[in-house]
């Protein structure tokens, strides 16, 4: 493989980005949301990064990167959609670029279970980002078990904690309340959150 089909294969379908927020996990984080989604969970918040051919910016790994430290105060990344573990190698990647120039923590969001990432990923670097991510938000959102709390989207879902890193946000991230900000942009509004 050339170095130019290397980096190819790692191009990520971004739907947005967020520079420096406290909604979606300790600290003041950057968050990138891919496109393309294979569950549809119904009442998704972003139903529009559901399509994997919806409209995205194409960006390198190392680009995405330079966006997300752009704000020298960020402590970490969150990665969301979307769904994460289909563009999995370019989003470990990311992570990896990133923690290159700074200490940084990673929040990952993923509708599959952690076990079945682990007995069958579903595509390349999976191993790579689960390595990577210091907290795994798995499973599927189920409108009807939204109870309000923590990071979670519903009461299904689970929160990892694999490695060390955040063990004191544990209990905020389970449980603790929920933040959301809404950033205006041009002619649009993003909600950053989980509401």
């Known amino acids: 493989m050339t170095r130019v089909d290397y980096w190819e294969s790692m191009a990520l379908r971004v739907a947005e980005t967020c520079v420096g927020t406290r909604a979606l996990g300790p600290g003041l984080r950057s968050v990138a949301w891919v496109q393309g989604c294979p569950f549809r969970c119904k009442g ?62 990673l929040i990952c969001f993923t509708g599959y279970r952690l076990a079945d990432l682990r007995d069958s990923p579903p595509g390349p670097g999976v191993e790579d980002l689960l390595a990577q991510a210091d907290v795994l ?32 946000s544990a209990g905020e991230l389970r449980g603790g309340p929920r933040r959301a900000e809404i950033r205006l942009r041009d002619r649009s509004a993003l909600l950053v959150g989980v509401p």
């Open 44 to 105: 998704c918040i972003a139903p529009d990064w559901i399509p994997p051919d919806g409209a995205a910016r194409i960006m390198a790994p190392e680009n995405l990167a330079a966006e997300l430290l752009a704000d020298p105060a960020v402590t970490g990344f969150t990665f969301s959609g979307g769904e994460p573990m289909a563009q999995a190698a370019g989003l470990a990647a990311t992570i990896t670029a990133a923690r290159q120039e700074r200490d940084l923590t």
């Open 137 to 168: 938000i798995d499973g599927r959102y189920v409108a009807t078990r939204n109870d309000g709390r923590g990071m979670r989207g519903s009461d299904n879902q689970e929160i990892h904690m694999l490695t060390g890193r955040l063990a004191d």
